[in-house]
């Protein structure tokens, strides 16, 4: 009887304590989230106005772009500690009920202390998320005065989903920073041609924004014609050819009009460059590019900065917060997340394995749409985490990183075989042929695949519309010695 009597009065402290105690805290958490979500609605408005208008002011555009970084973070903070699974708070409490009953009020306590504690950090973190917007949106305020007097860009509507499936994402800011450089004249006394360099890691953007910038249409009023060059290693054969190429497009253009003629000379270097072949390709462009015309260098290599006569753009891949976001839209597309929290915090799991990979991001989240459902995600989830595993396991690197440096990696798949398949990504433009099989099907394991072929791993639907392609090649797996473990 007394058994009894301790285990009801335990059950029934700890059921009193627990609703008191969640009654105030989800509450408080609730209004912060709210006010988060608020101020984020009230920060992305500032964002998508200055969005639509041509800004020249160069202090105006670092401050929307930190405001924009901040936004990023604030959504990936919110959509954290909406979308926390209740697995382990629900393991918990099995394990509980089979304690005696004369331990149930102090593992009551136990539980009260971790789940106070986590709330008043979740609290302390998500506050100092909202005072920091609150802060930046009252900066913002003589911005938002001076935005009405930037003209306005014509856009077509479209749908978020739309947006970031066939526009570029995050790179607003630096499009407009290399837009600004390209229609800024010099004073007519200037002879030298201006010089932008725009460095960045492999995949990081660098060709999807200059094919941006070249198609707005101040860029191509302002200038009468658009040279592109990918040069490789520079021979003498590439210099030849750039000289012809900039010869015969000066001429058509002197003889079909009478107006002023300027080029904008696009050159993507796919290695490196010495002091001497630059001086050499500079000089060229300098002989057939009439007065005012420009030049913009791509290239993974930091030292084309001391070549440039504008200030260098250095892309950097987006931030942990600013992927999610494009992989959240992405992948639900139309559907709202909230209405799926469980899938939502698998999303959030697949993308931080994804490490920022565009062409990564976009073959999943084609997966994820295609099969919306738990059972799916759960088995992408768990087969993402051991390749990337495996790959650790035979490489020491995250397949990601090597596909993005042109090496080798293993293909993800699906179903278990005696082989496994290497394959390497490169990529080919528009106008060339592509192989009719896709990834998609090695990856669920419905075509049959041995020796050497070819895939179409991704077709970019944005400019310049490169195809990204996987030549692989089927081994036998052999029996490996175990490595130690790196984390995923």
Request: with cysteine; aromatic share 10%; glycine share 4%.
């Amino acid at each position: 009887m007394d058994i009894l009597l301790s285990s009801v009065l335990g059950d029934l402290t700890s059921r009193s304590i627990n609703f008191f105690t969640s009654k105030v805290s989800n509450r408080t958490l609730f209004d912060v989230k709210d006010r988060l979500h608020k101020v984020l609605l009230r920060a992305q408005v500032i964002i998508d106005e200055a969005m639509g208008r041509h800004i020249t002011n160069k202090a105006m555009i670092i401050q929307l772009g930190m405001l924009r970084d901040a936004v990023h973070r604030g959504y990936y903070m919110l959509d954290t500690y909406i979308y926390q699974p209740n697995n382990e708070e629900e393991a918990k409490d099995q394990v509980m009920r089979q304690y005696s009953s004369s331990l149930s009020i102090v593992n009551s306590v136990k539980r009260l202390c971790l789940s106070s504690r986590g709330d008043c950090l979740a609290l302390k973190e998500l506050q100092e998320m909202v005072d920091n917007l609150s802060s930046m949106i009252v900066d913002a305020n003589e911005l938002v005065l001076f935005l009405t007097s930037y003209p306005r860009l014509y856009r077509q509507p479209y749908s978020m989903h739309l947006q970031l499936a066939y526009c570029m994402f995050g790179r607003q800011m630096e499009a407009q920073q290399v837009i600004n450089f390209l229609l800024h004249q010099q004073p007519n006394s200037v002879e030298e041609l201006d010089v932008m360099p725009i460095v960045g890691a492999g995949h990081v953007g660098k060709s999807t924004l200059v094919a941006h910038v070249c198609k707005d249409e101040r860029v191509r009023a302002h200038f009468s014609g658009i040279l592109y060059f990918d040069i490789q290693g520079f021979a003498d054969d590439d210099l030849a050819a750039f000289k012809d190429e900039c010869e015969l497009k000066h001429r058509n253009l002197v003889s079909e009009s009478n107006l002023e003629v300027r080029l904008l000379i696009v050159i993507e270097l796919i290695g490196d460059i010495n002091e001497d072949s630059w001086s050499r390709l500079y000089s060229t462009s300098k002989e057939y590019a009439p007065k005012g015309s420009k030049i913009i260098v791509t290239s993974r290599f930091e030292n084309i900065v001391k070549y440039g006569t504008a200030q260098t753009l250095t892309m950097k891949h987006l931030s942990h917060e600013a992927f999610w976001y494009f992989f959240k839209t992405l992948t639900f597309g139309s559907m709202d997340p909230k209405m799926h929290p469980r899938l939502t915090h698998m999303a959030m799991e697949i993308a931080r394995m994804v490490r920022r990979s565009y062409i990564g991001a976009n073959i999943l989240a084609c997966l994820l749409r295609d099969n919306f459902n738990v059972h799916f995600w759960c088995k992408i989830l768990a087969v993402l985490r051991g390749y990337i595993r495996n790959h650790f396991s035979r490489y020491d690197e995250h397949p990601c990183d090597r596909l993005n440096q042109n090496r080798p990696a293993l293909i993800m798949r699906l179903t278990t075989s005696s082989q496994e398949i290497v394959g390497h990504r490169y990529q080919r433009f528009s106008e060339e042929e592509v192989p009719t099989m896709k990834l998609q099907d090695v990856i669920y394991g419905s075509v049959k695949v041995d020796g050497k072929f070819e895939v179409l791993a991704w077709r970019s639907p944005i400019p310049p519309y490169y195809s990204y392609v996987h030549t692989c090649e089927t081994r036998e797996i052999k029996a490996r010695s175990a490595k130690r473990k790196r984390p995923i």
